[in-house]
């Protein structure tokens, strides 16, 4: 990825952006910060530059998307991300949704199923500011038990069950945000493991994500 500036019209249109999604119903402060700090347009195409600005989301390749800035605000203030906490992100795609998580201070594990978006990963354009971030090539619906337990797991591709696998590696009292598919759209939920290992779940609204698909892609 060749260098990217972040100029002073980025900067207001970020600003602009901040204010649609709190809009939307966004409150957690800390979520809208982050959300003005990380330069989207870093994760983009050079040609949709003029585009990274507008709450949608956009095509990044792989036939995968860098997801609606709203959909990323609405999951990371469902996780409550606390400093220093461990999160397994499942779907890096763009790295933008990584970014946002290490920006509110997390230390941030992220899987991705596709070689050539992984591969990518390897010139992560906010390196020098987000140091708290490792990117892994593999199938979230295994996980990572290398690096398990973690406090909060976050899936960013429909899924079509919750996977057993990431309830095990989380913490007794972590939780999971993940869209679950119901057919034509997702339905947002909030795993909670309790102390004795059974879970809590909370639904919240509807979405559209990609698939979550098992295996790994392109290896
Ligand atoms: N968090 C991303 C969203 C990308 S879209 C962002 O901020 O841009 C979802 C991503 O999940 C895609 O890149 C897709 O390849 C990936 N994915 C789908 N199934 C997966 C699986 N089983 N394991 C890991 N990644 C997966």
Same mark, same amino acid.
């Given at each position: 990825?060749?260098k $990217?500036?972040?100029?002073y019209?980025h900067?207001?249109?970020?600003?602009?952006?901040?204010?649609?999604?709190?809009?939307?119903?966004?409150? %957690?402060?800390?979520?809208?910060?982050?959300?003005?700090?990380v330069? $989207?347009?870093?994760f983009?195409?050079? =040609?949709?530059?003029?585009?990274?600005y507008?709450?949608?989301?956009?095509?990044?390749g792989?036939?995968?998307?860098?997801?609606q800035p709203?959909?990323?605000?609405?999951?990371?203030?469902?996780?409550?991300?606390?400093?220093?906490?461990?999160?397994?992100?499942?779907g890096t795609?763009s790295?933008?949704?990584?970014?946002?998580?290490a920006?509110l201070?997390?230390?941030v594990?992220?899987?991705?199923?596709?070689k050539n978006?992984?591969?990518k990963?390897k010139?992560?354009p906010?390196?020098?500011?987000?140091?708290?971030?490792k990117?892994f090539? =593999?199938?979230g619906?295994?996980?990572?038990?290398?690096?398990a337990?973690? %406090?909060?797991v976050l899936?960013t591709a429909a899924?079509?069950?919750?996977?057993?696998r990431?309830?095990?590696?989380?913490?007794p009292g972590?939780?999971?945000?993940l869209?679950?598919?119901? =057919?034509?759209?997702? $339905?947002?939920?909030r795993?909670?493991?309790?102390?004795?290992?059974?879970?809590?779940?909370?639904?919240?609204?509807?979405?559209s994500?990609?698939?979550?698909?098992? =295996? $790994?892609?392109?290896?």
């Open positions: 990825m060749k $990217r500036e972040d100029t019209r900067k207001g249109l970020r600003k602009k952006l901040v204010e649609i999604v709190k809009e939307k119903g966004i409150t %957690d402060e800390r979520v809208l910060e982050a959300l003005k700090e330069p $989207r347009h870093f983009m195409d050079p =040609g949709l530059d003029s585009m990274a507008e709450d949608r989301a956009f095509p990044i792989e036939g995968q998307t860098i997801s709203y959909t990323v605000a609405y999951q990371t203030q469902l996780l409550r991300v606390e400093p220093l906490e461990k999160i397994l992100e499942i795609g790295m933008y949704q990584a970014s946002v998580l920006a201070g997390a230390l594990f992220s899987v991705e199923r596709q978006l992984f591969e990963t010139q992560f906010l390196q020098h500011l987000y140091r708290n971030i990117f090539y =593999g199938d619906f295994e996980g990572l038990p290398t690096y337990p973690f %406090d909060k899936i899924a079509p069950y919750i996977p057993p990431l309830i095990d590696q989380l913490k972590g939780m999971m945000v869209p679950l598919n119901e =057919g034509a759209y997702q $339905r947002m939920l795993i909670t493991k309790q102390p004795d290992g059974s879970t809590t779940e909370e639904a919240f609204e509807n979405f994500f990609v698939p979550m698909l098992k =295996g $790994r892609n392109g290896g």
